[in-house]
T-cell receptor
Framework: GEKVEQHESTLSVREGDSAVINCTYT??????FPWYKQEAGKSLHFVID?????DRKQSQRLTVLLDKKAKRFSLHITATQPEDSAIYFC???????????FGKGTVLLVSP | NAGVIQTPRHKVTGKGQEATLWCEPI?????VFWYRQTIVQGLEFLTY????????DSGMPKERFSAQMPNQSHSTLKIQSTQPQDSAVYLC?????????????FGSGTRLLVI
C-alpha cells in the first residue's frame, strides 16, 4: 500500500516569513493529495488539495506543488500569521485500498 | 449540517473494561473511517466502511478491537479489555464520494483514557 513520509516533524518561523512542508509518497498511481490542519485541541480540517493532472494549485496564502517524477508534494504558506500555528498533515490517495494515507504531521510554530 | 458527530467526547475506563465509541457521519456520505491519534505514533488508520460494508481493517489490533456500521447513520468502535496503551484520541471521518480520492470531514474525536 501507499506510504507517505512527512519530512519535517517541527517547523518554526517568524510571523511574515514563508513556511514549506514537504511530503513524499510511494504509489505511482496516486492521483490525489490533500492537506489537513489541526489546531490545538481541535480536530483535523481540510485546507487544500491537488490532483495529479496539475502541478500547482494556489488558494490565497497557500500553494501546493506536485512533482510526480520525484513523487513529492509540498505545502507553501506565505506571509505566515500566528493563527497558522498548527499541525499540518499531508495525505495521498492509496489506489490499492481506495483510501487516503496520511503522513505523521508537521508542527508549525509561527512566532510574533 | 452538524458535521461528523462523535460521542462521548471524553471517556475514562479502568484497565480491563470495555469502551464503545460512536460516530455519526454526515448524512449522505458513503464512507466512514476510524483513526487513532497519539503523540508518539501520530495519526494511525484503523478501519473503514464504504456503503456500510467493511472494506479495510488492516490497522485494527485484531484481538480486542472491533468496528461495525449497522446502518448509514452511525458506526461504532468497540475496545474490549482496554489497556493503558489504548489511551488516545479516536477520530472518525466521513467522505462523500464512493471513490477514496476525495477529502474527509473529521469529527471532534473521543479522548479515551485507560487508567
Amino acid at each position: 500500500g501507499e506510504k507517505v513520509e512527512q519530512h519535517e516533524s517541527t517547523l518554526s518561523v517568524r510571523e511574515g516569513d514563508s513556511a514549506v512542508i514537504n511530503c513524499t509518497y510511494t504509489d505511482t498511481a496516486s492521483s490525489y493529495f490533500p492537506w489537513y490542519k489541526q489546531e490545538a485541541g481541535k480536530s483535523l480540517h481540510f485546507v487544500i488539495d491537488i490532483r495529479s493532472n496539475v502541478d500547482r494549485k494556489q488558494s490565497q496564502r497557500l500553494t501546493v506543488l506536485l512533482d510526480k517524477k520525484a513523487k513529492r508534494f509540498s505545502l507553501h504558506i506565505t506571509a505566515t500569521q500566528p493563527e497558522d500555528s498548527a499541525i499540518y498533515f499531508c495525505a495521498a490517495y492509496d489506489s490499492g485500498y481506495n483510501k487516503l494515507t496520511f503522513g505523521k504531521g508537521t508542527v508549525l510554530l509561527v512566532s510574533p | 449540517n452538524a458535521g461528523v458527530i462523535q460521542t462521548p467526547r471524553h471517556k475514562v475506563t479502568g484497565k480491563g473494561q470495555e469502551a464503545t465509541l460512536w460516530c455519526e457521519p454526515i448524512s449522505g456520505h458513503s464512507a466512514v473511517f476510524w483513526y487513532r491519534q497519539t503523540i508518539v505514533q501520530g495519526l494511525e488508520f484503523l478501519t473503514y466502511f464504504r456503503n456500510q460494508a467493511p472494506i479495510d481493517d488492516s490497522g485494527m489490533p485484531k484481538e480486542r478491537f472491533s468496528a461495525q456500521m449497522p446502518n448509514q447513520s452511525h458506526s461504532t468502535l468497540k475496545i474490549q479489555s482496554t489497556q493503558p496503551q489504548d489511551s488516545a484520541v479516536y477520530l472518525c471521518a466521513s467522505s462523500l464520494q464512493d471513490r477514496g480520492d476525495s477529502d474527509y470531514t473529521f469529527g471532534s474525536g473521543t479522548r479515551l483514557l485507560v487508567i
